[in-house]
């Protein structure tokens, strides 16, 4: 059984950084891991994705703002979000879906927030940013 905790959200200005935990508990070496967020009254949408052997992928609007990462252990996995700007409020997840192992990093990343039903989810941790 495969556990993950988020933590690290809360409230910024515009510009400013936060970054994000996910306690990860369970065997999830061997696929990827990824980030999710959800705005009110819009789709959850993948933000960040890492594969087993540390190669990541971002959605266009964060990239060159946000990092993820893992430790070595493979216990946590992280987002640092950095030029936080208002539309990256949201509800932020992280997640893993066995099922999406054989697809490419951005397919798995649409994949997954297209089924949220699937995989293993966080409870979620609020962003906001504020101007």
């Known amino acids: 059984q495969v556990h993950l905790v988020e933590s690290g959200g809360g409230s910024v200005q515009t510009g400013g950084s936060l970054r994000l935990s996910c306690l990860v508990s369970?065997?999830?070496?061997?696929?990827?891991l990824a980030w999710f967020r959800q705005a009110p009254g819009k789709e959850r949408e993948g933000v960040a994705i890492?594969?087993?052997?540390?190669?990541?992928e971002y959605i266009e609007s964060v990239k060159g703002r946000f990092i993820i990462s893992r430790d070595n252990a493979q216990t946590t996995l992280y987002l640092q979000m950095n030029s936080l700007k208002t539309e990256d409020t949201g509800v932020y997840y992280c997640?893993?879906?066995?099922?999406?192992?054989?697809?490419?990093?951005?397919?798995?990343?649409?994949?997954?927030?297209?089924?949220?039903?699937?995989?293993?989810w966080g409870q979620g941790t609020q962003v906001t940013v504020s101007s």
């Open positions: 997640a893993v879906d066995r099922g999406v192992w054989r697809m490419t990093a951005l397919e798995a990343l649409e994949k997954m927030a297209a089924r949220p039903g699937f995989g293993y």
């Open positions: 890492i594969d087993r052997d540390g190669d990541t």
């Open positions: 369970g065997y999830t070496a061997d696929y990827y």
